[in-house]
């Protein structure tokens, strides 16, 4: 049986991508989920960010790192430093922060 | 002597065969010459091909690649000519000039001896007026160099494909297929193609984007939390989780005293008016077990968190942590 999802609609005018991470975190504990993907979208015609989740139990999630980046060099860059740091790569979506598009990267923290 | 004769020979060779065959200095600006010169080298080729045709396809074959190699000079000759005059920057009746187009446009009669044969021949066709003003707004718009790069990736495109076509039989690969493949290689270097070619990237670009935002109706918009009620929100999603994990185990201690913590948390909950009733509504109570419990916590702050109840959200998290 497919794991239970749940989408949640992210106001476009959070303050700082920060901001976001935290919002997030905190709804993966909430939602007893992790999170799966983060795109751009529109909730009745008002942009949001869309994030999609799933139902995980019995993990103990932890911190979440989002990071902007503009280029394909920012991404392995960046990608780099977390493998380093033990995080694991997620994935890549677009949200908006401060009402503008931004391409993260998410990585679920050691 | 002998050496002033090998010299000869070698000049010779050098300049009938290392020189391009095909170095016409091409005037862009000059249509019909430039048509005319392409015409001319179809309609002398295709004669030997037809002829060749009935009794040596071979032959058909290599005088319709020839047809092929020899006609592209003309036309790499001619667009060097032209990016060279927009990358110095044209005026805006030079542009103009430049909207043109190919089109195998019909056959063209010849007589030759005793009967008439019909060949393909290509014709320069103005670009539609409509467009002008838009293209050309959009050309004096520092596009230059987007253009050139469109334009030799258009070319070098269709000159694979030729290439890859050379290799095919006669019947598989006419001579009228040939020259159809020359003059989209022409048509690869215009302007016009320039501008269809990026539009239809634009297009597919915006489709790209339109098929990446996704569309949502009716969920309640999250604002951003607060970092404080993060905090709670992980602190009792460990414990929920920890809990979790005792009674999947195998350990009855821990699944007692996991049933026995949960009980202690829903009878505090049981106690504020709003978490009773989402308690109610999910049909448990704190006699009820373990797993019943867990499961209906779990729920409760799931839906909870998808309508944004931060206020039920902080008592319930506040008691999972504070009934230890």
């Known amino acids: ?110 | 002597m002998r050496k002033i004769q090998l010299c000869l020979l070698v000049l010779t060779a050098a300049f009938a065969t290392g020189c391009p065959k095909y170095k016409p200095s091409v005037d862009f600006n000059n249509r019909s010459s430039f048509v005319n010169k392409v015409n001319e080298h179809f309609r002398a080729k295709q004669l030997e091909y037809i002829a060749a045709l009935g009794t040596d396809p071979n032959r058909a074959q290599t005088i319709r690649n020839e047809l092929l190699e020899d006609a592209l000079p003309y036309i790499d000759d001619a667009y060097m000519g032209f990016i060279t005059d927009i990358q110095r920057g044209r005026d805006r009746g030079n542009f103009i000039a430049d909207l043109i187009e190919l089109g195998t446009s019909g056959a063209v009669g010849i007589t030759k001896g005793e009967r008439s044969i019909q060949i393909l021949g290509v014709a320069l066709t103005a670009f539609r007026g409509g467009r002008r003003s838009a293209d050309v707004n959009f050309y004096k718009d520092q596009s230059t160099p987007i253009l050139i790069s469109k334009m030799d990736g258009n070319r070098a495109r269709v000159r694979t494909t030729i290439l890859s076509r050379e290799k095919d039989g006669v019947d598989k690969y006419p001579i009228g297929a040939a020259i159809s493949d020359i003059v989209d290689y022409y048509n690869a270097g215009t302007l016009v193609r320039a501008f269809t070619e990026l539009a239809k990237d634009t297009a597919v670009q915006t489709k790209q984007s339109e098929d990446n935002v996704l569309v949502l109706k009716g969920v309640p918009i999250t604002k951003e939390a607060t970092p404080v009620f993060a905090a709670l929100s992980k602190s009792a999603s460990n414990i929920i989780t920890g809990l979790d994990a005792d009674l999947a185990g195998t350990d009855a201690a821990r699944k007692d005293a996991a049933t026995k913590r949960l009980q202690k948390i829903v009878a505090a909950l049981e106690k504020d008016k709003d978490a009773a009733a989402a308690l109610k509504n999910a049909g448990v109570s704190s006699k009820d077990d373990g797993p019943k419990l867990i499961d209906a916590l779990i729920d409760i702050r799931a839906a909870a968190s998808m309508v944004n109840n931060n206020a039920l959200l902080d008592t319930i998290n506040q008691a999972i942590v504070d009934n230890k």
Do not use: W
């Not at chain 1, 303050?15 to 007893?32: I, K, P, R």
């Not at chain 1, 139902?55 to 860059?77: C, H, I, M, P």
């Open chain 1, 1 to 110: 049986m497919a794991a239970q999802q749940f989408t949640k609609a992210y106001d476009a005018n959070m303050s700082s991508l920060q901001a976001l991470e935290t919002t997030c975190e905190a709804d993966e504990a909430n939602l007893t989920a992790k999170i799966i993907s983060l795109q751009l979208g529109t909730d009745d015609g008002v942009k949001v960010t869309a994030g999609k989740y799933e139902r995980a139990r019995g993990v103990k999630l932890g911190n979440l790192a989002f990071e902007q980046y503009e280029t394909e060099v920012d991404e392995q860059s960046i990608k780099a430093i977390h493998q380093a740091k033990g995080d694991t790569f997620l994935f890549k979506g677009e949200v908006y922060v401060q009402n503008k598009p931004a391409k993260v990267l998410v990585f679920r923290e050691k």
